[in-house]
């Protein structure tokens, strides 16, 4: 065995030796990655495409080095993309105005739909796959292969390949991932792209939700970058808006059958009619297909660019399961000879490259054969095909707006090696700097250029799905959405006509409680989201003119909510009108009691010079009659609607008529109660009580009332006041105290007039029984002060107008009360017993009839009005006295 050793050895120190002549050897650690598509150039770009969906999972068993990827599942998309790459080099080759001189190759990779075997690849795109001998002092590095790269398609591999890349400064240009992450340049500093990020389409997607009046949605999401980031920014987004998620849940194409099952539960069991989706193609066609399977159709489907233009897709939904879809996509776009160029791959058969071979047996459902011959359930495929006799995704050109980006992302390039080679030496060479500060136009007009962040602008077609008759669906652009215009005119929809879900022409309903009408507010219901809510009618005074309003606004002061509650209507303004019942009843009253004392004065004064009416002193009795006229209308003041003018009169004339009226009765009770009382003969107390003294008392009570009154005017008078408190639905017009001093004072002296009359009236009610006039007076005081004793809690409790109405009341009560007590009486022996109105009736029977009816008749010469009937029990003396003390020509 030694021999064997040694000789080993000696091979080993051989290499060893011969390695460190030549240098330093920098070797690919791992298995070289050819690209499936390359073209020598003076400048390279690279490209990373999905040439497969799929790859097989081969077990590991540590031993050795795990196998390479095995891709399977053709992806037709994936050779789109790279043709619209090969046309734009094409025609950048061809051009002599951009990079004349210069030709670009590239070097296109197939990521095989996988986020490792990405990565890989553009590493081997970065750093290349042969090896490098360098000196020994060299590190073992070197310029990058490719000055940019082109993809990847979706935003997961984007998110690993630009993390790698990087460090490196090499542009990386995606025309597919959309995830709004990509926009942080902090992570990925040289990530660009030409399509939108997913931030705008999120937002126009819960924009376009809210539109519709759909507030209440399931969501569904992949689970990687893409759909996780773009449903945060949307449930953001539809929060703000008032959109409510019954469910969000996230699941991968590469999920266990039973997690794909509980999805079905969810939406089966969910009560939201509308589903926004952040999904790719291929979770959209899993999905579909495990819906027909539990025949769950009728749902309102709102999707992403990923997968709401791709006819694949719509092919695959044979149950109709997404008919009636909205969604966002790339505006429309065309490229002059791009359909041409990607329909004639026939050259890249010229190198017999094995993606090729696959690609076309998969386009044509044929095999080639090896020896010239294939089984007899195999077409043979000749490579001559027609490809126009054929109709699939890779014929569909519905991607156009897609490989308009890819075109245009080459194209930025090219203008930013353009740049780089007309740069002077202070100018920055950097491609990346050069790629975020271009802008120029393609030849279609469309106009490219970078933010910030790397993105474009954001413009988005809304898009419906159509079915047609044949079972074809038609991809629709019903309207418009750009980000850069204003808010409230970014969503523009056009006047077309929108299919929904089920072939219906109606928009779906799709929320958790039906809107609050107006006149209503939203009251949330416990424990569920805020979509879900009751609706609570407006309280009295409250409204909300607005559907799905959270409050409901007060009213102002002179307005009250109508039987709705969605508007505010003038509060009816009350007062005791004419109009009304109560008024005209209170009117006719009034006028009924100024008539009824009209009548007594025109009696009196017909039958002035009647024993009767000259017994009652009748000027006293003129002046009491006219004060009861006034206190009659004065009433009238109190009713319509209250004025400044109307307000002042109304409690002054009421206080100044009442004063005088009950004057009069205090004056002639007084002066009955001292003739009566005058004992002592020779006696002068009734000289003070004589016709004069008896008109002083009146006006100078009367007076007293008028100073309190014009001072109550002056410093605070009544004036018109709108009640707003008393009622809620109405206005109560009324008149304000001003003062409550001076009103009390005017009712309080009113009062102890009243009861001082009424006093003086009950010590006369004894005197003789004939003409004793003190009984009637003594009714009347009574009834006016029971009258006026109970307005007082009467006027305080009643409500508006009828206060107004128990003072009128209490006017009418009190002014009937002295009208019949006093007057009555006397008209019915004028009028209905005029054989009592006489002098003998009035003089009395007796002993003493010649003073009697002496005393009498000058007592009513005076005016005193009393009936002098001496009871027979009194002595001569006292009639002699009372006599003398009356008239002192009787006893002469």
């Known amino acids: ?39 020598q150039g003076d400048v390279m770009l690279g490209g990373l495409f999905p040439f497969h969906n799929n790859w097989k999972n081969r077990q590991s068993s540590y031993i050795h080095k795990p196998f390479p990827l095995q891709c399977t599942s053709v992806n037709f998309r994936g050779f789109q993309f790279a043709q619209a790459m090969l046309f734009a080099v094409e025609e950048i080759n061809n051009s002599t105005d951009l990079l004349p001189g210069i030709s670009l190759g590239y070097e296109i990779y197939d990521t095989c739909s996988s986020i490792a075997r990405g990565v890989k690849v553009a590493l081997a795109l970065s750093n290349g796959n042969e090896e490098i001998i360098v000196p020994s002092e060299a590190p073992c590095t070197k310029s990058a292969q490719v000055q940019a790269i082109m993809g990847e398609t979706s935003s997961s591999p984007c998110m690993a390949i630009a993390t790698v890349i990087g460090p490196f400064h090499i542009p990386m240009i995606s025309h597919f991932a959309t995830c709004a992450c990509l926009s942080d340049k902090v992570k990925y500093p040289s990530f660009l792209r030409t399509i939108p990020s997913d931030y705008y389409q999120s937002r126009a997607l819960a924009q376009l939700v809210r539109y519709f009046g759909w507030t209440w949605v399931g969501a569904l999401r992949t689970n990687d970058g893409y759909g996780n980031n773009g449903m945060a920014t949307f449930i953001e987004t539809a929060e703000q808006l008032g959109i409510c998620l019954e469910y969000s849940v996230a699941f991968y194409r590469t ?8 999805v079905i539960n969810l939406i089966r069991h969910s009560t939201s009619k509308v589903i926004v989706t952040f999904l790719s193609a291929k979770e959209v066609y899993i999905l579909i297909k495990e819906l027909a399977q539990h025949n769950l159709t009728g749902y309102q489907w709102v999707g992403t660019e990923a997968w709401i233009s791709d006819s694949k897709t719509a092919v695959k939904d044979k149950h ?14 065309h490229v002059s000879g791009m359909k041409e160029f990607m329909l004639d791959v026939k050259p890249l058969n010229s190198s017999g490259n094995e993606l090729f071979t696959e690609f076309w047996e998969e386009l044509f459902s044929c095999k080639f054969s090896q020896s010239g011959l294939s089984d007899d359930n195999e077409k043979e495929c000749t490579g001559d095909e027609d490809i126009t006799e054929v109709h699939n995704s890779f014929t569909d050109m519905s991607l156009m707006p897609i490989f308009n980006n890819v075109y245009k992302g080459v194209y930025a ?45 954001a413009k988005y077609e809304i898009i419906n799905w159509q079915p047609t008759l044949n079972g074809i669906v038609d991809f629709v652009t019903v309207g418009l959405y750009d980000a850069s215009l204003p808010a409230d005119r970014q969503m523009n929809l056009e006047n077309k006509t929108i299919v929904w879900a089920k072939n219906s022409p109606q928009v779906p309903l799709s929320v958790c409680s039906e809107k609050c009408p107006p006149g209503t507010r939203k009251v949330l219901q416990k424990g569920k989201p805020v979509c879900c809510y009751d609706c609570i009618r407006c309280a009295e005074g409250e409204f909300s003119n607005v559907t799905d309003s959270t409050t409901c606004e007060r009213c102002p002061p002179e307005f009250w909510s109508n039987e709705k509650r969605d508007a ?8 005791l009108s004419y109009e009304e019942i109560m008024g005209c009843l209170l009117t006719v009253t009034s006028l009924f009691g100024t008539c009824m004392t009209c009548l007594v004065a025109c009696i009196f004064f017909r039958y002035r010079k009647t024993p009767i ?8 009795s003129f002046l009491l009659l006219f004060s009861l006229t006034l206190c009659f209308l004065c009433s009238l003041t109190f009713i319509g609607r209250p004025s ?4 002042m009169l109304r409690h002054t004339a009421f206080g100044i008529t009442f004063v005088l009226c009950i004057s009069c009765v ?16 020779g006696g002068n107390v009734m000289k003070w009580f004589g016709p004069v003294q008896q008109r002083l008392s009146v006006v100078g009570f009367t007076l007293i009332q008028v100073l309190i009154c014009i001072l109550w005017l002056t410093i605070s008078p009544p004036f018109p006041y709108k009640n707003l408190k008393q009622f809620n639905n109405k206005i109560i017009i009324e008149c304000a105290l001003g003062s409550a001093i001076g009103f009390w004072a005017v009712l309080g002296y009113i009062g102890l007039l009243a009861l001082l009359c009424f006093v003086l009236a009950f010590l006369a009610r004894k005197l003789p029984d004939n003409f004793n006039e003190a009984k009637f007076i003594t009714f009347s005081m009574l009834i006016f002060c029971a009258v006026w004793i109970t307005f007082i809690p009467a006027y305080v409790s009643s409500p508006g107008k009828f206060s107004v109405a128990v003072e009128i009341f209490a006017i009418l009560a009190s002014s009937f009360g002295l009208l019949i007590c006093i007057f009555v009486p006397k008209c019915y022996i004028v009028l209905l017993k005029p054989e009592k109105n006489t002098k003998k009736n009035v003089m009395g029977k007796g002993g003493h009839e010649l003073c009697l009816g002496k005393t009498q008749y000058l007592l009513m010469s005076m005016g005193s009005r009393l009936r002098l009937v001496f009871e027979q029990r009194r002595s001569n003396v006292k009639l002699k006295s009372i006599c003398c003390s009356l008239s002192p020509r009787l006893c002469k």
């Open 644 to 647: 400044q003018w109307s307000c």
């Open 666 to 681: 205090l004056g002639k009770t007084i002066v009955v109660l001292m003739a009566f009382r005058a004992t002592l003969p």
């Open 255 to 262: 999920d266990p059958p039973e997690k794909i099952q509980q």
């Open 413 to 457: 390039v090219a203008h930013a090696l353009h740049n780089i080679l007309g740069c002077n030496t202070t100018c920055n060479n950097k491609i990346l700097h050069q790629i975020k500060n271009i802008r120029f136009k393609t030849k279609e007009g469309d106009e490219v250029y970078f933010d910030e962040n790397g993105d474009p602008a």
């Open 568 to 575: 505010c209507v003038k509060k009816e303004t009350e007062f």
């Open 320 to 333: 109709h399961i997404l008919d009636g879809a909205i969604g966002l996509f790339i505006p429309k776009a």
């Open 1 to 39: 065995m030694w021999p064997e050793q040694g000789w080993a050895l000696l091979q080993l120190l051989l290499v060893v030796t011969f390695s460190q002549a030549e240098g330093p050897v920098c070797r690919l650690r791992g298995d070289p990655e050819n690209p499936q598509l390359s073209n």
């Open 613 to 620: 009416v000259r017994a009652n002193n009748t000027e006293l």
